[in-house]
């Protein structure tokens, strides 16, 4: 049997880039997966087929987790569909490279929109409706370890999330739910290459002990050993997933 045979898994923001590969990790494993989006609906669907070609099952669902009443929208489809849900992926955000005094207000709503807000409220949600022994999974970012310019509203948003699911490991572990953090450093997305030149790249490689930038596989199968019944004993910790930049 698979290891995540019987489980559903949601994944926030899983269209593309890390979030489409956890995803497929978490498929071949055995869970069935919900696959969300807010606009790419044809890269949503690409993934879903994907999963089912490999002999997976996955379910696209169109919500936008800024908003409390699209996430609860995104729990009922899964458990409308698969009467329960035991994992719980926060992926879904936004990047902003400015430095702090260039940053506007509404850039910075933006911000804590995407990055904070959506992991509230998915956490929130998933205090009474993710099952006994559940996992949860915050990607954060290893930018909260270091002090680069340009990255001020950003490394604040996800230093924000870490302490939600610290706090949320805390408060669901009576019901053998373990939450924990995945930190990546750069990996290679398109949320990550967008405006930076082939310099930056190879700057940012040269900071990884292992002198390359990560790929999105990197990431998944850290998130499959977290999500696993064999890291049961693994919650509330923040694991820098980052070739060794910090």
Known sequence: MKALQGKVAIITGSSRGIGAEIARTLAAAGAKVIINYVARQQDAEAVCAAITAAGGEALAVRADVRKPAEVRKLFDAAIERYTRVDILINNAGALLYKKIADTSDEEFDRILSSNVKSVFYALREAATRLADGGRVVTLSSTIT??????????????????????????????????????????????????????????????????????????????????????????????????????
């Open 145 to 246: 370890r270091l002090m680069l310019p340009n990255y001020g509203a950003y490394a604040a948003s996800k230093g924000a999330v870490e302490q939600l699911t610290r706090i949320f490991a805390r408060e669901a572990g009576a019901r053998g739910i373990t939450a924990n953090i995945v930190s990546p450093g750069p990996v290679n997305t398109e949320l990550f290459t967008t405006g930076k030149s082939a310099e930056d790249i190879k700057r940012m490689a040269g900071m990884a002990v292992l002198n390359r930038i990560g790929e999105p596989e990197d990431i998944a199968q850290v998130v499959l050993v977290l999500v696993s019944v064999e890291a049961g004993w693994i919650t509330g910790q923040n694991i820098g997933a980052n070739g060794g930049i910090a």
